[in-house]
């Protein structure tokens, strides 16, 4: 009998969070500012997700967007947001790290890594590996590191586009890590992922937009600095997740 596939949602609110429990999610993972690839969310966001959740609750430690080479000032605040993720009763963190010549900076890693562990916190790694120069030995450094499970769109901008490398990079795992494809998974793709990848685990956002509420607007400015549209925002639908998880098990799609 095939292993059910699980579903991780990337909530970018505690609203979209609560959805994704409504909707069947196994897990969540908790970040802020998706559109710059996800950041640490807020202390309030996370210790109300704490309260609102059932599922099991992962933070991402990532001070900001952009590539995976920190300062030292950057890294004192990923510590910070660590020992606050503990504190906070999170069930795991999401971290990741790379070096100036594109492999994973281990020695940094260990430091988010250890302390997490030790209080019982479990540990993916983001896809700070697709930026990384060589995959498969990320792959190698990344169990080494004790991570429980690496997400990750196979180097490419989606999963659908790097579902070879994927399924590759199972293959390698050979049961010692979860291998969890991303980005830019649906309803209407997760099937064939699965198919491609022998994936267990899936990670997606299941969004949908939702309209304000506010009855004057002034659609001459925008706060963002960017072309968007400040009355509407997306927020984890759980008939989304509920249809992503219902396909993704049912694997009825073809390649």
């Given at each position: 009998?095939?292993q059910?596939?699980?579903?991780?949602?990337?909530a970018?609110s505690v609203?979209s969070?609560?959805?994704a429990q409504e909707g069947g999610?196994?897990?969540?993972e908790?970040c802020?500012?998706l559109?710059e690839g996800g950041?640490?969310?807020?202390?309030?966001a996370?210790l109300?997700?704490?309260?609102w959740l059932?599922i099991?609750?992962?933070?991402?430690i990532?001070?900001r967007g952009?590539?995976?080479l920190y300062t030292?000032l950057?890294?004192d605040v990923?510590?910070a947001?660590?020992k606050?993720c503990?504190?906070?009763?999170?069930d795991g963190?999401?971290?990741?790290?790379l070096?100036?010549d594109?492999?994973?900076?281990?020695e940094?890693c260990?430091k988010?890594?250890?302390?997490?562990?030790q209080?019982g916190l479990g540990?993916?790694f983001?896809?700070a590996v697709?930026m990384?120069?060589?995959?498969?030995?990320a792959?190698?450094?990344i169990?080494?590191?004790?991570?429980?499970?690496?997400?990750t769109?196979?180097?490419?901008?989606?999963?659908a586009?790097g579902?070879?490398?994927?399924?590759?990079?199972?293959k390698?795992?050979?049961?010692?890590?979860s291998?969890m494809?991303g980005?830019?998974i649906?309803?209407?793709?997760v099937?064939?992922?699965?198919?491609?990848t022998?994936a267990?685990?899936i990670?997606a956002?299941?969004?949908?937009p939702?309209?304000?509420?506010m009855?004057?607007?002034n659609?001459?400015?925008t706060?963002?600095?960017k072309?968007?549209?400040?009355?509407v925002?997306?927020?984890?639908?759980a008939?989304?997740?509920k249809?992503?998880?219902?396909?993704a098990?049912?694997r009825?799609?073809t390649i």
């Amino acid at each position: 009998m095939n292993q059910k596939v699980q579903l991780e949602v990337c909530a970018n609110s505690v609203t979209s969070a609560v959805s994704a429990q409504e909707g069947g999610a196994a897990r969540v993972e908790l970040c802020d500012n998706l559109p710059e690839g996800g950041t640490t969310p807020s202390y309030g966001a996370v210790l109300m997700a704490r309260k609102w959740l059932d599922i099991k609750l992962y933070v991402l430690i990532r001070p900001r967007g952009g590539d995976f080479l920190y300062t030292d000032l950057e890294f004192d605040v990923m510590l910070a947001d660590v020992k606050f993720c503990i504190e906070a009763g999170c069930d795991g963190i999401v971290i990741g790290i790379l070096k100036p010549d594109g492999t994973i900076d281990k020695e940094r890693c260990k430091k988010l890594i250890t302390p997490a562990k030790q209080a019982g916190l479990g540990v993916t790694f983001h896809r700070a590996v697709d930026m990384s120069a060589d995959m498969y030995n990320a792959l190698d450094d990344i169990i080494e590191l004790g991570c429980e499970r690496v997400l990750t769109s196979g180097g490419k901008a989606t999963a659908a586009s790097g579902a070879d490398t994927i399924s590759d990079l199972i293959k390698k795992a050979a049961g010692r890590i979860s291998v969890m494809p991303g980005s830019g998974i649906n309803e209407n793709n997760v099937a064939a992922i699965v198919q491609v990848t022998g994936a267990t685990e899936i990670h997606a956002s299941a969004r949908s937009p939702v309209r304000s509420e506010m009855i004057y607007l002034n659609e001459n400015i925008t706060m963002g600095g960017k072309a968007a549209n400040e009355y509407v925002v997306d927020i984890t639908d759980a008939g989304r997740v509920k249809q992503i998880l219902t396909a993704a098990n049912g694997r009825f799609f073809t390649i």
